[in-house]
């Protein structure tokens, strides 16, 4: 059986102050969920929330990671950064990182190369524009992001990565996929990995549905076989509607 994963990304919102009124609301919301909940909060936010989190089952994650151990790199945070602030999970490859910073496959292979070198845990996010749905490449962008992304990662780590399917056409939209269409590409989604690595590791792999879940429609998704969870934006800022998502997955 795979655990669902339930991550909030709360990406450039909140400061530290509003870090700690959030957590402090949500915490025991979710005390007594079954899924793994993990909250993904902005750089300046790190310390704050783990401090709070400390001695809870919230994880703590990161939106990004850089690939170098230290250097001239601007702006970029490393891997030792966020384990020394309790840092288990870290984003990498979200569709905004590639649509407005230039991320690219080969960059978030560099990045998930070096979190699991590390010991984090890469949330690793693939997914199709909307004019690339329209033209029937949904299969062919999911299978070379993956491809790339994932390009010299072993058997035994591959295992420790969770996979979010966010079509970008629905990120921060209020457009989502049906619960249908969502199952049958991470079930496509899932049959790509199979073919990378072994079926049997496919199978054991979580595979998070991203774009527009929140309160009303997670039931939904988490209803259906291949969704092992969600990456959850705008709903993830709200501590009631993020506990909702929580227990959701929790049915399941």
Request: glycine share 10%.
């Amino acid at each position: 059986m795979r655990k669902p994963i339930i991550a909030g990304n709360w990406k450039m919102n909140n400061t530290a102050q509003e870090t700690k009124n959030l957590l402090n609301e949500l915490i025991p919301l979710v005390k007594d969920a079954k899924c793994e909940v993990v909250v993904c909060v902005p750089y300046t936010d790190l310390y704050a929330a783990s401090e709070i989190l400390k001695g809870t089952n919230i994880g703590l994650g990161a939106q990004n990671v850089h690939w170098a151990d230290k250097g001239a790199y601007t702006g970029e945070i490393s891997a030792d950064m966020l384990l020394e602030l309790g840092v288990k999970y870290v984003i990498i490859g979200h569709s905004e990182r590639r649509q407005y910073f230039g991320e690219t496959d080969e960059t978030v292979n560099k990045r998930v190369i070096q979190a699991l070198k590390k010991g984090l845990i890469p949330i690793v996010c693939i997914g199709e524009t909307e004019s690339e749905r329209e033209n029937g490449l949904t299969d062919e962008v999911n299978r070379r992001q993956l491809t790339i992304g994932l390009k010299d990662i072993s058997a035994e780590d591959i295992q420790k990565i969770v996979i979010a399917y966010e079509p970008v056409w629905a990120i921060g939209t209020g457009k989502t996929a049906t619960d249908q269409d969502a199952d049958e590409t991470i079930g496509k989604i899932r049959e790509i990995l199979g073919k990378m690595f072994s079926k049997d590791i496919a199978q054991g792999l979580r595979i998070q549905y991203g774009g527009s879940m929140n309160a009303k429609n997670a039931q939904g998704l988490m209803s259906m076989p291949e969704i092992d969870g969600g990456l959850i934006g705008g709903a993830s800022l709200k501590a009631q509607d993020f506990s909702i998502i929580v227990k959701a997955a929790d049915n399941f």
